[in-house]
């Protein structure tokens, strides 16, 4: 196992929930607002998912890397 890599993961994973933090107040805003000034809240909100969504992926892939490294 590697603990630079689960290290890594760990940081991956705390700014995907900062991401997703940041969806559900888009998303809040965006349920609260006039019609008009929702679609800025809208745009943050897709944003955010695909940061997130990106950031999950990475983290995958840095997670399967630090189990399957070399084994004794």
Do not use: C, N
């Amino acid at each position: 196992m590697d603990e630079q890599k689960l290290a890594k993961a760990r940081h991956l994973i705390a700014q995907i929930a900062l991401e997703l933090e940041g969806a559900a107040v888009a998303a809040r805003q965006a349920a609260t607002v006039e019609r008009e000034q929702a679609w800025v809240h809208v745009q943050q909100l897709y944003t955010r998912f695909d940061e997130a969504s990106q950031l999950l992926r990475d983290m995958r892939r840095t997670v399967d890397e630090a189990f399957s490294g070399p084994r004794s």
